[in-house]
């Protein structure tokens, strides 16, 4: 098969769908790969690194969107790349359509078949695709918040771990996923408080054993979330409903229990959000204030660290990447578990809707993913 990787438009986005090494396992199953030309500046490889690896170079997107039969991204394709995209052509990336209507309906306009990152699943119903990039947007949004805390960025002047004598500074993660752990973890090795708020007792029981004590868990309720931010200096927003758009956790009338100057952080917003006032931001204007309450809702966090973080997607999705390539959309028909994974991930199939989740949040027609690719 002919895959092509462009370069990602997406402001302040460094990553890039297939790194050198992941290009070399494609063409040594004999597959042809074209990467765009500065495509891997980013994560600091050039056209030659690509080329050594057997790479073809492009010099614009155009060349790769109208010669590849599979388009490789790392973020939802852009209004002037879906536009590219046409029937009986795959596009393996994160889409997050939930929460971005415009997107789906060109992805249905196109007619391609689009597999989403992360409604990918194993086969313990995990998503394996999404969990690298949740773990270093976990550990990112410690750092986001101890930034944002500093009273020269107009927070309210606090060190997380504290001092010998001054208190550290509270930490509230809304949600004990994967985001929630690796956030956790980073903020109790800074010496921050930390208190972990999810609705499944056997998660906090779980967590409450990980941590062995070094965190506060607490059953989510809206007089939980309330208690717990009003004495938070900084709220990880990390709760994950898979393909859908996040539950609204925190309303404008929770900011005024809050203390002036503390921080959200919403990890969640790809997925709409989960604070009612959030909103998308990008690396270059990262943060905004509402009533007080600083908030920092960038859209890419884990694309500020492109090549951690390109490297561990690259590690996840090179077996499902390599599968499509191989059988293209056959693939999808497969009972290995990595057929089935990606039968998961299909969102949109020749204009049509096949995630259940996408299509409630958007008030579209479903079709199951095994009658559309009958069809």
Known sequence: MRVGVPSEIK???????????????YVARGHQVVVQSGAGAGIMA????????GAEIAATAAEIFAGCEMI????????SEWVQLRPDQLLFTYLHLAPDPEQAKGLIASGCTAIAYETVTDD????????????????????????????????????????PGVAAGRVCVIGGGVVGTHAARMAVGLGAEVTIVDRSIPRLRELDELF?????????????????????DAVIGAVLIPGASAPKLVTRAMLKHMKPGSVLVDVAI????????SKPT??????????????????????????????????????YGLALAE?????LHSLSETGRGLLAGLNVHKGKVTSKAVADSLDLDFVAPETALAA
């Open 11 to 25: 402001v302040h986005e460094y990553r890039v769908g297939l790194t050198p090494g992941a290009v070399r396992e």
């Open 46 to 53: 050039t056209d030659d690194a690509y080329r050594a690896a």
């Open 72 to 79: 490789v991204k790392v973020k939802e394709p852009q209004p």
């Open 124 to 163: 313990k119903g995990t998503l394996p695709l999404l969990a690298p990039m949740s773990e270093v947007a976990g550990r990112l949004a410690i750092e986001a918040a101890g930034e944002a805390m500093r009273r020269s960025e107009g927070g309210a002047g606090i060190l997380l771990g504290g001092v």
């Open 212 to 232: 062995q004590g070094r965190v506060r868990t607490r059953y989510s309720t809206l007089e939980t979330i309330d208690h717990e931010i009003s004495i938070a």
């Open 270 to 277: 790809d997925q709409g959000g989960c604070f009612e006032t």
């Open 282 to 319: 990008t690396h270059a204007e990262p943060t905004y204030v509402v009533d007080g309450i600083i908030h920092y809702c960038v859209a890419n966090m884990p694309g500020a660290v492109p090549q951690t973080s390109a490297a561990a997607l690259n590690n996840a999705t090179l077996p």
């Open 327 to 331: 059988k293209g959309v056959g693939a």
